[in-house]
Each structure stands twice: as C-alpha cells, then as structure tokens.
C-alpha cells in the first residue's frame, strides 16, 4: 500500500460508530483522497481506494500472517515467530487518540484478571510518541505485564495482511494454534469482551 493509501485509509477510519450515512462518508474519501493527492503530486483517482465497509470489507485473516511490527519500547522486530505459545492472541488494532480505544483498553485492564492467561498485542500504526502514554493513560493496570505488548505498525502490514476494518478500536482473537476464533470492529460491551477472550 501506498503511503498516499494509508493516509487514506487512516482518514477513512473513523473511532466507533459513524452516523454519517455512507454516501457522505464515500465524499469525505474523496474530499481526502484530493487533499492527500495534492500534498503528495499523485492523481487521486487513482490512489483513492474504496471506504471500507462491513458489508463490502474483506473477512479478516483466517490464520495469523506473517508480519512484521516493531516493539514500541525497544524497537526491535516482532514477527509471528514472536507471538505467544499458550492462551488466546489478540490483537488490538487502536488509535490511541479514539476515545472508543481508550474506553476499550481502560475496560480490559480494569477485568485484567479475568484474561490474565491470553496475550495483548496492542498494534498502532500512528506516531510512535503518541502511543507511548496509551497503556500508561488509559489502562494503567496493563502496564508492566508480560502479556501485553505495544506494538508500532510503520509498514502498514495489519491493514495489508489481516485485515481492513471498518472502525477502531477492532479486535482479532486467534487460538494459540493461529486460528482465527472472533473479531469485531469498534467498541464492544466489556461483558462480550471478556466472554470472547477467555472463549
């Protein structure tokens, strides 16, 4: 994808439920398909692509691809070769300026002794400064735990290889054995949060 793409598709994103009716939203895209298209001197008819919708978005990853993120602390590649062994994987793709995201990350260190046993991928694809604070802020209990991990997207891969979603924060819970076992886009009840990452 191109950078022109992801900022498209980062602008198309929205945090939580969008009350826009689709065609506003598909003129937004387009409003800044152009704008994206003048800073970066690429026509934008051909770099907008489609707003991403439930219903005409891709199914998420059946298994876990291979990937490469960044540990935001360290820097140090993390791959599939790196995930977890035992417990479910999940991973949260967030904003950490969403508020839904927030809400999201606050509920679930909140209930963390409830899913101590699975394992936290928080993945962002915004500036690594920005995400620095977001466990630390919003989710304090998370902080420090061998299970949770912050991880810095700077190629796009979540939105190439796993999936497009439609609203942030969205949630990918895998079995250890790499299966894709639920997903969901924007916040969700911490009642149903819960009961799916210790399903």
Known sequence: MTLTGTLLLLAMLSCGNSTKPIEAQ???????????????DVNP???APQPATPSASPQPAQTIP???FYMLRSGIRFTKQDLAKKGNIVFILFDPTCGHCQHEAKHIGERYDQVKDAN???VSMNDPALMASFL???AKPLVGKANVELLYDRNADFINKFHIPSQYPAVYIYGN??????HWDGERDIDKVIAAIRN
């Open 45 to 47: 008819v051909s770099a």
């Open 66 to 68: 291979d990937f490469t």
């Open 136 to 138: 630390e802020t919003h």
């Open 177 to 182: 054995n790499g299966q894709l076992k639920d």
């Open 120 to 122: 936290f991928y928080f």
């Open 26 to 40: 598909t003129e937004d895209t387009q409003a800044a398909a152009s704008a994206a298209a003048h800073a970066t």
